[in-house]
């Protein structure tokens, strides 16, 4: 019933707009340019479940310009094609009906584990050289084609290819991630949402994570060997001081044991009005670290490794905490010797004591 007076309102609206040459605001303009390689196709009886969309980049180290009709001599010479590609001016192109499985990926993992990403994915190129950025019209095409994609499927990933094939991807190179994870926080929905507080009294809260919040981090944070329970977790809620001086109030997932000393900590960094730029689950940057760190989120758990090794990370058991990760990283420290003692007292060691490679973000309570 619902639906059949939706399509009465839409003939309705499209009945209005006939005698006008404005266009529908919500119809994408795409130039169809199919290939003829770089796919399968799939057949329409057994159809395939879309539930991740890819970002790459492409150039032609060959032109000055980069241009649709460059990058498409690339993707013929390698046998490669996305579904879609988006040139400097913002020109959308289709090159692969969404229906078949184009060949984008290559060797790569999705944060779940699920290794055949082309199967289930959408692939986007966006055309620009590796020495510069998307351009502003690039990256409005690419947001309104991805809002297009996520109408009609049920999105679960939103991913860069080198997030998901690290060490053997770099692109999108010079990527403003914050265009992707902007559109994309189902994570929101489940943990309290960011708020900025009328008070500026320190409100606390621990509580197990509800059966929304497990089953959001089974298909991001919580991977699998994940060496706790999500039973052993806890959502905690603290106050802080956002870098205008307001009162913000945030979330972050430890272990159940830390948790009272987490927000203790927290406590006395808010008393000494130490700015913090967000506190949110991982979770809503779909558990990656690098768009954590992008959008300068503080955060503990997240069952990963150590970067660039095989070992978990003290995160992984819920026992460490990232702070403003872009102000600090393991070159930049701006943390004061005041913070470090007020989290040194809530027994959190820091990795700027660390003598191998430090990691001023980064504290933990074993010193890992
Ligand atoms: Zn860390």
């Known amino acids: 019933m619902k639906t ?3 399509t009465l309102v839409l003939v309705a609206i499209c009945i209005v707009s006939l005698p006008t040459t404005v266009a529908h605001a919500s119809a994408l303009k795409i130039v169809q340019k199919p290939v003829s390689f770089g796919y399968k196709t ?3 009886t057994r159809p395939r479940t879309i539930d991740t969309i890819i970002v790459h980049a492409t ?7 980069q241009t649709f009709a460059g990058a498409f001599s690339e ?11 988006i040139d400097r001016v913002g020109v959308i192109y289709q090159l692969v009906a969404e229906k078949n499985i184009a060949y984008h990926a290559g060797v790569a993992t999705l944060p779940n584990g699920d290794t055949n990403v082309n199967t289930r994915s959408i692939g986007i190129e966006m055309i620009y050289s590796n020495k510069d950025t998307p351009s502003a019209a690039q990256y409005a095409s690419l947001q309104a084609l991805i809002k297009n994609i996520q109408s009609r499927y049920n999105i679960g990933y939103i991913l860069g290819h080198k997030q998901i094939s690290p060490g053997r991807k770099v692109d999108p190179w010079n990527f403003d991630y914050t265009k992707i994870s902007s559109l994309f926080m189902p994570a929101t929905s489940v943990f309290a949402p960011p708020v ?6 320190f409100q606390r809260a621990i509580a197990p994570l509800t059966i929304a919040q497990q089953s959001v981090m089974q298909q991001y944070s919580y991977r699998a060997r994940c060496p706790v329970s999500l039973g052993d977790l806890r959502a905690i809620n603290v106050s802080y001081h956002d870098f205008n001086g307001a009162v913000e109030q945030g979330t972050l997932v430890v272990h159940k044991s830390i948790a009272p000393q987490t927000v203790d900590a927290f406590q006395a960094l808010f008393n000494q009005k130490f700015p913090i730029h967000s506190i949110r ?4 940057y779909q558990g990656m670290d690098a768009s954590s760190v992008a959008a300068d989120n503080t955060s503990a758990f997240n069952c990963r490794p150590v970067s660039g090794t095989s070992v978990l990370s003290q995160h992984a058991y819920g ?8 102000e600090n990283t393991n070159v930049k420290n701006t943390l004061t ?8 007292n809530f027994g959190f060691q820091w990795g700027g004591n660390w003598t191998a490679k430090k990691d001023y973000q980064h504290f933990s309570t074993n010193g890992k």
């Open 75 to 85: 993707w013929k010479a390698n046998a490669v094609s996305p579904h879609y590609a």
């Open 281 to 284: 689950p991982i979770d809503e």
């Open 196 to 201: 900025t507080l009328s008070t500026t009294i």
């Open 59 to 65: 150039y032609n180290p060959t032109l000055k310009t």
């Open 337 to 344: 010797a005041a913070v470090v003692s007020i989290m040194k």
């Open 4 to 6: 059949f007076f939706a």
């Open 42 to 44: 799939v057949a329409s």
């Open 319 to 326: 026992t460490a905490i990232d702070i403003n990760p872009k």
